[in-house]
């Protein structure tokens, strides 16, 4: 990590529920709070709490300089929703198959 730049992950027992357009895509009750310098605190959810029949693979990538190459899957109605680090780097090896969204409710 780059002096100043840090990355925290914690295991939360906050309920996450992640609906759009009415429809339940994601909930859990064991979602990864990640906390970035600079960025929005992000819940990570595990992919079995996920509605990944859902979702579409999107042709979208992103490369983070700290957690790694993220790719992104879609609704019909809403590109790049949801994201994943499916080969994360090693100090964020725990965000492996977990799905991050961008609006969460979270209770």
Known sequence: MSQGHTITIEKSEQ???VVHDGQ???ETDR???LRETGSP???Y???EDVRLDL?????THTVCPFKGTASYWSLP???DLVWAY???KADVAEIKDHYCFYDVDVS
Do not use: C, F, G, I
């Not at 979702?55 to 042709?59: K, V, W, Y």
């Open 15 to 17: 309920h996450v529920r």
């Open 24 to 26: 339940v895509l994601a």
């Open 31 to 33: 979602p990864l709070v």
């Open 41 to 43: 605190v992000r819940y």
């Open 45 to 47: 959810l595990p992919a």
């Open 55 to 59: 979702l579409t693979p999107s042709e």
């Open 77 to 79: 109605n809403a590109a």
């Open 86 to 88: 499916p080969d994360p």
